[in-house]
Antibody
Framework: QVQLQESGPGLVKPSETLSLTCTVS?????????WGWIRQPPGKGLEWIGS???????YYNPSLKSRVTISVDTSKNQFSLKLSSVTAADTAVYYC?????????????WGQGTLVTVSS | EIVLTQSPATLSLSPGERATLSCRAS??????LAWYQQKPGQAPRLLIY???NRATGIPARFSGSGSGTDFTLTISSLEPEDFAVYYC??????????FGQGTKVEIK
């Protein structure tokens, strides 16, 4: 059974960098698929942040591209998200997920999500 | 950017009734559309991919249809556990994937 688990600070100060890691179990990232990050502000809808292919190719939401970096560490079976220059608008539950299908657009396994609050 | 508009925003129904949820795209997304169910405090759950294919383990009462710009998620007979928020998602203008704003199915 594929499982994903997000980890990282729950509180980040404005203008700093948000860093999260997703640890995957039950499947080797290096074997394939896309691996993505999606966020959800409190009480609002879902926003795709970006995805990384198992080979390391990355794809970002154009609205966030200038601030986002996604990387993969196959030796630890993890992938990570960095979002720079955060503001209160970046407060959200952040999910990691496995992307499948054509260019990995739909997500079949999700982490439980982690709330990140941006506040001083 | 392709915008997905879901309607209605809220659907009030009783258990056993049929639910019909709509997702309309601002331009054609071919059949690259997925549906998710989300319950409070939980991650989204994939229901349907490529417009009409049920994901693994999804009950047959869930079905998806449509192509191009108009899509429908149908729940043939609502079970108590089906009351949740439903989102559609597209991938047509790769690599920008967007979600609809959601439809809440609530108990009448």
């Amino acid at each position: 059974q594929v499982q994903l688990q997000e980890s990282g600070p729950g509180l980040v100060k404005p203008s700093e960098t948000l860093s999260l890691t997703c640890t995957v179990s039950g499947y080797s990232i290096s074997s394939g698929y896309y691996w993505g990050w999606i966020r959800q502000p409190p009480g609002k809808g879902l926003e795709w942040i970006g995805s990384i292919y198992h080979s390391g190719s990355t794809y970002y939401n154009p609205s966030l591209k200038s601030r986002v970096t996604i990387s993969v560490d196959t030796s630890k079976n993890q992938f990570s998200l960095k979002l720079s220059s955060v503001t209160a608008a970046d407060t959200a539950v952040y999910y990691c997920a496995r992307g499948v299908g054509a260019t990995g657009y739909y997500f079949d396994y999700w982490g439980q999500g982690t709330l990140v609050t941006v506040s001083s | 950017e392709i915008v997905l508009t879901q309607s209605p925003a809220t659907l009030s129904l009783s258990p056993g009734e049929r639910a019909t949820l709509s997702c309309r795209a601002s331009q054609s997304v071919s059949s690259y559309l997925a549906w998710y169910q989300q319950k409070p405090g939980q991650a989204p759950r994939l229901l349907i991919y490529d417009a009409s294919n049920r994901a693994t383990g999804i009950p047959a009462r869930f079905s998806g249809s449509g192509s191009g710009t108009d899509f429908t998620l149908t729940i043939s007979s609502l079970e108590p556990e089906d009351f949740a928020v439903y989102y559609c998602q597209q991938r047509s203008n790769w690599p920008t994937w967007t979600f609809g704003q959601g439809t809440k199915v609530e108990i009448k």
